[in-house]
């Protein structure tokens, strides 16, 4: 289920404070949920960097040691899990680098669909790559651009990249917003006092107290220093394609993303649900922890008691590093388990957010059933995923695909072992999601359509 579909990342920025170091940590720290594989921070006192960064979570990279040592009233934080680029210490951001104007530091959360193209010139150009990830394209853009001074090189860089980007560039004094022309990311900018600050979700805005200001347009590039703050487009101002995903998925509940609460979204997604596909049954379950707030609604429409069956324990690994098929089952049973007075006897209602590959779903389906559920209905909150995510989600080939395996959902119920498995339709999706029904392009749906609002530049 949601569990094999990697997180995308999570970026953080503050300017003009002076614990700019330690915020970007707690902002960090409410962004763990985007990205698990590495974290990292930059900060600068004016004069001169200091950056930590390393592989694992944030209070494993950073200690309270090494933030005091972070002294500084301008920094950007990163959180990853590798879309573009393997999973390497080279590759964890924010990325830093020298070049003639000073310091550079670049933060990125997406993926650029022409990184291949422009790294290919760039080599030719006689650039020298030190990763694999395609955020440092964004660097070697800068350090060539003819336009020496950072704050015209940096916004003018920007139309040379394209994909989905929530992006934060910084140098000794100065730092460069800027969301991809589409809008696929989210970005928020909120205020502590006169320090600005940039995250991917408010979530991070909420966690050190920061009043929410705006979200950043699609398009769009904010230049702060001394001066004050600069903004400007990089492209004509397009149809916001907010990746749908977001609300389905990979944002926190807690966070408002363009004007839209996630955990009502979650909750209408789950109403919907439940009006398209009715069941009789004793119980609705979710699977933890994204899918709560669909089976709570679920449950609100159809009257269905909802109970909490399956319990997640939040100190296990990930299953899939496990050696042996027998192993990997067991990593299941630690991360999941049943709570067998809720489960035993009834007709269960399982809501889950999306099923990727299948493998999980049909582990935690078994659950149920060995916990003595006498019926499994599997319920997802989202349409069926029939298209890989160019833009910064690292899903399976289409060929992997769970839903492009099956020829109907009774096929693919059967295969996971539900009585029944039903998927919310695109347009109940669109219904809740969209803010304008009578125009659906103003989010990305294209892992369950195909319609991508991009050229992909594939190979």
């Known amino acids: 289920m949601s569990s094999e579909m990697k997180e995308k990342c999570g970026v953080f920025g503050i300017f003009n404070h002076s614990q700019a170091a330690h915020l970007t940590y707690y902002g960090l720290h409410a962004?763990?949920?985007?990205?698990?594989?590495?974290?990292?921070?930059?900060v600068s006192n004016g004069e001169r960097f200091?950056?930590?960064?390393?592989?694992?979570?944030?209070?494993?990279?950073?200690?309270?040691?090494?933030?005091?040592?972070?002294?500084?009233?301008?920094?950007?934080?990163?959180?990853?899990?590798?879309?573009?680029?393997?999973?390497?210490?080279?590759?964890?951001?924010?990325?830093?680098?020298?070049?003639?104007?000073?310091?550079?530091?670049?933060?990125?959360?997406?993926?650029?669909?022409?990184?291949?193209?422009?790294?290919?010139?760039?080599?030719?150009?006689?650039?020298?790559?030190?990763?694999?990830?395609?955020?440092?394209?964004?660097?070697?853009?800068?350090?060539?651009?003819?336009?020496?001074r950072f704050e015209e090189a940096g916004p003018h860089i920007l139309n040379r990249i394209d994909g989905s980007f929530?992006?934060?560039?910084?140098?000794?004094?100065?730092?460069?917003?800027?969301l991809d022309r589409h809008g696929l990311r989210p970005l928020s900018l909120g205020k502590i006092g006169d320090a600005v600050v940039a995250a991917s979700?408010?979530?991070?805005?909420?966690?050190?107290?920061?009043?929410?200001?705006?979200?950043?347009?699609?398009?769009?590039?904010?230049?702060?220093?001394?001066?004050?703050?600069?903004?400007?487009?990089?492209?004509p101002k397009e149809e916001l394609s907010l990746c749908s995903f977001e609300f389905v998925y990979f944002a926190r509940p807690d966070s408002v993303i363009q004007g839209r609460s996630v955990l009502s979204i979650r909750k209408e997604l789950g109403q919907v649900l439940a009006k398209e596909h009715p069941t009789e049954a004793d119980v609705v379950v979710a699977v933890p922890d994204s899918s709560v707030p669909a089976a709570i609604g679920f449950s609100q429409q159809s009257g269905i008691p909802y109970e909490m069956g399956l319990i997640k324990n939040p100190y296990t690994g990930r299953s899939f590093i496990e050696p042996t098929q027998e192993l990997r089952e067991l990593a299941v049973r630690l991360k999941l388990s049943t709570v067998q007075e809720i489960l035993v006897g009834k007709r269960v209602i399982l809501v889950d957010d999306s099923i990727v590959r299948g493998t999980t779903s049909k582990r935690i389906v078994q659950l149920i059933r060995d916990a003595g559920a006498k019926e499994v209905h599997v319920r997802i909150s989202s349409p069926m995923v029939r298209n890989p995510c160019y833009y910064g989600i690292d899903m399976p080939t289409k060929e992997e695909l769970f839903a492009n395996r099956h020829e109907h959902e009774r096929a693919m119920g059967q295969s996971i072992g539900a009585d029944t498995l039903a998927f919310l339709s695109t347009e109940g999706l669109l219904e809740v999601v969209d803010v304008n029904l009578a125009d659906t392009s103003n989010r990305c749906i294209a892992c369950f359509s195909g319609a991508y609002p991009t050229k992909l530049y594939l190979k």
């Open 201 to 235: 979700e408010t979530c991070a805005l909420n966690a050190v107290n920061a009043k929410f200001w705006r979200d950043v347009d699609p398009g769009e590039w904010l230049l702060i220093n001394e001066s004050g703050i600069q903004t400007g487009r990089f492209a």
């Open 166 to 178: 929530a992006l934060l560039v910084m140098t000794e004094k100065q730092m460069l917003i800027a």
């Open 50 to 148: 200091k950056h930590h960064r390393g592989m694992g979570l944030v209070s494993q990279v950073f200690s309270r040691e090494t933030l005091n040592n972070m002294s500084g009233n301008l920094a950007i934080g990163h959180v990853r899990y590798s879309t573009s680029g393997e999973s390497l210490i080279q590759n964890a951001q924010p990325l830093v680098f020298k070049y003639s104007e000073g310091d550079l530091a670049v933060a990125h959360n997406g993926n650029l669909i022409n990184a291949r193209i422009e790294r290919e010139v760039l080599q030719d150009q006689g650039s020298i790559f030190q990763t694999t990830t395609d955020t440092e394209v964004i660097a070697h853009l800068i350090a060539r651009s003819k336009r020496k």
């Open 31 to 42: 962004l763990q949920h985007r990205g698990q594989e590495s974290a990292g921070i930059v």
